[in-house]
T-cell receptor, first 116, second 115 residues
Framework: GAGVSQTPSNKVTEKGKYVELRCDPI?????LYWYRQSLGQGPEFLIY????????DSGLPNDRFFAVRPEGSVSTLKIQRTERGDSAVYLC??????????????FGPGTRLTVL | AQKITQTQPGMFVQEKEAVTLDCTYD???????LFWYKQPSSGEMIFLIY??????QNATEGRYSLNFQKARKSANLVISASQLGDSAMYFC????????????FGTGTSLTVIP
């Protein structure tokens, strides 16, 4: 079966522009997560969806970041007025959504965002 | 607060030898899960192995095993019979009932397998 897919794999944009990053989770997974990974660091949590709703958005750094999952499957992470500090790899993960702490998350290949 | 510490930024191992990657954690949760992921240069995080805090036996998955010492709050990954394809970044992560639904990751260990 297909794993988590993310598009685009690379995105280069200019400071101040708007970008959208897409994530397609594993079929049947109700939980979806976005993480951001800076160079030399582990992934940092941004937002978690259970179904269509954002159950936890405590990791979003500011109001320039927003994510949606309108039909409970594909999710889009949206960044407004990009800044150079937003440059990072954005990782998406999905899980079965059992809610248990044993629920393993499976990651996509990431989108490398570069803000010039 | 949850915290994962990986103190080895880089490790080298000879092909076919075993290697241990260290991970310590800090949590006030009684129940939690510990996970190891591999991240090759392609960037994808690949799930390797899971250990539950109440599991009595150390987890094993093929050449991967987890040396879980609950009292010391350590969950070291052991890779046996290293292969060139094992060269990658390795991340330890934790999740508990009080962490919400996010994983907390360490800073990772870069493993290089030498032929």
């Amino acid at each position: 079966g297909a794993g988590v897919s993310q598009t685009p794999s690379n995105k280069v944009t200019e400071k101040g522009k708007y970008v959208e990053l897409r994530c397609d989770p594993i079929s049947g997974h109700t939980a979806l997560y976005w993480y951001r990974q800076s160079l030399g660091q582990g992934p940092e949590f941004l937002i978690y969806f259970q179904g269509t709703g954002a159950a936890d958005d405590s990791g979003l750094p500011n109001d320039r970041f927003f994510a949606v999952r309108p039909e409970g499957s594909v999710s889009t992470l949206k960044i407004q007025r990009t800044e150079r500090g937003d440059s990072a790899v954005y990782l998406c993960a999905s899980s079965s959504g059992s809610g248990s702490y044993t629920d393993t998350q499976y990651f996509g290949p990431g989108t490398r965002l570069t803000v010039l | 607060a949850q915290k994962i510490t990986q103190t080895q930024p880089g490790m080298f191992v000879q092909e076919k030898e075993a290697v241990t990657l260290d991970c310590t954690y800090d949590t006030s949760d009684q129940s939690y899960g510990l996970f190891w992921y591999k991240q090759p240069s392609s960037g994808e995080m690949i799930f390797l192995i899971y250990q539950g805090s109440y599991d009595e036996q150390n987890a094993t998955e093929g050449r991967y095993s987890l040396n879980f010492q609950k009292a010391r709050k350590s969950a070291n990954l052991v890779i046996s019979a290293s292969q060139l394809g094992d060269s990658a970044m390795y991340f330890c992560a934790m999740r508990g009932p009080n962490t919400g639904n996010q994983f907390y990751f360490g800073t990772g260990t870069s493993l290089t397998v030498i032929p």
